[in-house]
Every structure is written in C-alpha cells, then in structure tokens.
C-alpha cells in the first residue's frame, strides 16, 4: 500500500574538512515510500538464534541502491541501521532494521 510514509535513506560520513578532527554525520542518500511490515516467527528466531536483534521491519518502494551498514530514518524520526536486504521484485526491497541506541547528527548542507 506504500502508505507508512517516506524514509530517508543517510551514509555515514566524515565532513570534517581536511586535518580537522573527523566529524561522522549521517548525509542523505535518497528517499522511498515504505510499508511497515510485522516480523515473521521464523525471522525473529532465526535472529535470536543468531544473537541478533530485529526492531523493524519494513518494504521500500522505487528503491535506490542500499546497502547493509547504510542508516534510515521513518516517520517516526527514529535511526535505525539496515542489518539485511531482500530483494522482493523489480521495484520493492524488504529492509531488516536495528534501531540505533546512540542517533547520530545529521548533516544538513545548503548549497
């Protein structure tokens, strides 16, 4: 249904300049229409068999290239970062997501 909202999808990165001391900020990489989707038994036994945790997940719409380690932030103006992709068909990708205890900053340039 595409109607959880749009997410944005932020590296993290460096924008300290050259000799500063580094400055990690999340930069925005795109955004996407999403779904929230309940966590299936087998999915979150599999994670806490693998002593992992899953505190959403969700299914992106017109997705740009992601990659685990890659961070998003919902609706909701929580940070999570993106534990696993499954690739669902030629416009949807399912998102495993662990919410970040510690947000970090987010970059805003203005250009």
Do not use: H
Not at 12 to 32: F, H, Y
Not at 97 to 109: G, M, N, S, T
């Amino acid at each position: 249904m595409r109607d959880a909202g749009l997410l944005t999808i932020y590296t993290l990165e460096n924008i300290a300049s050259a000799g500063r001391k580094p400055e990690e900020k999340l930069v925005a990489v795109d955004t996407a229409f999403y779904d929230e989707l309940t966590i299936g038994v087998t999915r979150l036994y599999s994670a806490r068999g693998a002593n992992q945790k899953i505190d959403a997940l969700v299914r992106c719409y017109n997705t740009p290239i992601v990659d685990t380690g890659m961070y998003v932030i919902l609706e909701d103006a929580k940070q999570y970062q993106i534990d696993a992709i499954q690739k669902r068909d030629d416009d949807s990708v399912d998102l495993t997501l662990v919410r970040v205890e510690d947000y970090y900053e987010v970059a805003y340039f203005t250009t």
